[in-house]
């Protein structure tokens, strides 16, 4: 089943550039390290996916780019373009010249009523193209105009008009000392209408990332493309093709809903966060190798002590025994940060991956005492290597992870307000 992308504003058009390109490098590389019927059948599931082959020699990625100033979408037409292994359709964008100026309400209650018609006819046209549509994937940030309040209102379209589609927000959250000083409202505002309207909001948050770059990805100036880049490779390494439990020998033929279904017990706890191991530059993996029981304990611990990359783990964060609660910061001298689930998904790529012991996330005590543990946690699995990484494992996680910041937008956003 194939997937549209809805890239919105300047952070989803450069982020979605991104990431086809991440999936078409790994569609077209020669690192498989897996059998040639298993490389075929790997690429076939994801072209169908992510790309349609019309009359055009290349791939055209299944997209709808949407901004309110035309710089960035022209230049991600023509960069997709220059690189000869897929493109996006020249017919598939939308953009006009006055921009949203950082201001929520002018993308969600001016722009997007007055274009609504056209965008919504871009992606009524994207999604007949689909044999099986499995759903809508958005990328927007949340901190600007256009990307949050124009997302909102085109979410909430989407929703009205395909309402048996699965629909998953990408959302960028932003910097904790942005330079939008609105980003805070536009933050709350944003995912406020998206609990609304979306099946699952997956989040990235920008400070994490620029840690990734500069600790894991040894960057010394990093700019928007490097974080771009890092951020794609996680989103690539969840929606390539892989084997779930219940598809036996095929690939996964709905991939929103296979991941919605995974993951989204309830309605109300839709948050998702994403880890991937392991990271870094590309001239180091030939010195490096990796033994899947040390990658799975490190996956573990970066779960229970919400650590969002492999460094600078709290080993001394461990699970509360079954029956007791969670000491609170007034019990211990330093509160303990264990990082409790809903539910977990781990995602495997590469060599050996049959026999990986899985056992450790199976644990009831990671997990919320109303859903059954069997239940809550879910492993897919593909011996296909993803972009050149022998061995990786990726965690998508329905959790507590996203407390702190979102207490911090709130409040900022709380304060900005009352000290009006």
């Not at 490098?25 to 076939?44: F, M, P, Q």
């Not at 997302?151 to 929703?159: E, I, K, M, P, S």
């Not at 960057?219 to 390494?237: C, E, P, T, Y």
């Not at 109303?370 to 050149?388: I, S, V």
């Amino acid at each position: 089943m194939s997937i549209v992308t809805v890239q919105l504003g300047q952070c989803g058009n450069q982020i979605g550039h991104e990431v086809f390109n991440a999936i078409s490098s790994d569609v077209h590389g020669t690192h498989g390290l897996c059998s040639k019927k298993e490389n075929e059948s790997y690429r076939d599931a994801c072209k169908e996916r992510f790309f349609s082959e019309e009359e055009s020699e290349v791939p055209l990625a299944r997209a709808v780019l949407v901004d309110m100033e035309p710089k960035v979408i022209s230049q991600t037409l023509s960069m997709a373009a220059r690189s000869g292994c897929w493109k996006y359709n020249d017919r598939s964008h939308f953009c006009q010249k006055q921009g949203s100026g950082n201001n929520w309400a002018n993308g969600y209650s001016v722009h997007g009523p007055r274009h609504k018609e056209a965008i919504m006819n871009l992606v009524q046209k994207e999604a007949e193209k689909c044999d099986r549509l499995s759903g809508f994937f958005t990328i927007m940030s949340m901190a600007g105009g256009t990307g949050s309040g124009l997302g909102a209102f085109v979410t909430q379209c989407l929703r009205d008009a395909f309402p048996t589609s699965f629909i998953l927000n990408h959302v960028i959250w932003p910097y904790g000392t942005g330079e939008v000083i609105v980003q805070n409202y536009n933050s709350v505002l944003t995912l406020s209408h998206l609990y609304q309207s979306s099946d699952a909001l997956l989040v990235h948050e920008n400070d994490v990332i620029h840690k990734i770059c500069a600790q894991l990805m040894n960057i010394k100036q990093i700019s928007f493309r490097d974080v771009n880049q890092v951020i794609a490779h996680q989103l690539g390494s969840v929606f390539q093709p892989t084997y779930t439990a219940e598809g036996g020998l095929h690939y996964s033929r709905n991939p929103l809903g296979d991941l919605m279904e995974t993951l989204v017990p309830h309605p109300e706890f839709k948050m998702l966060g994403l880890r991937n191991i392991p990271q870094m530059p590309e001239n180091s993996l030939a010195y490096s190798t990796f033994s899947w029981p040390g990658l799975i304990k490190h996956l573990r611990q970066m779960l229970i002590a919400n650590a969002k990359m492999e460094e600078g783990i709290d080993w001394q964060v461990r699970p509360p025994r079954l029956g007791s609660s969670v000491p609170s910061s007034r019990s211990t001298n330093k509160p303990l940060h264990f990082n409790t689930s809903i539910a977990n998904l781990v995602i495997l790529r590469g060599k050996d991956t049959h026999s990986v012991d899985l056992g450790s996330f199976r644990d009831p005590s990671l997990y919320t005492s109303w859903l059954n543990p069997q239940d809550a946690f879910n492993a897919w699995k593909t011996p296909r290597a993803f972009n050149k990484y022998e061995k990786s494992a990726s965690l998508v996680s329905n959790s507590q992870f996203l407390l702190k910041p979102l207490d911090n937008v709130v409040g900022k956003a709380w304060n900005m307000f009352a000290s009006r």
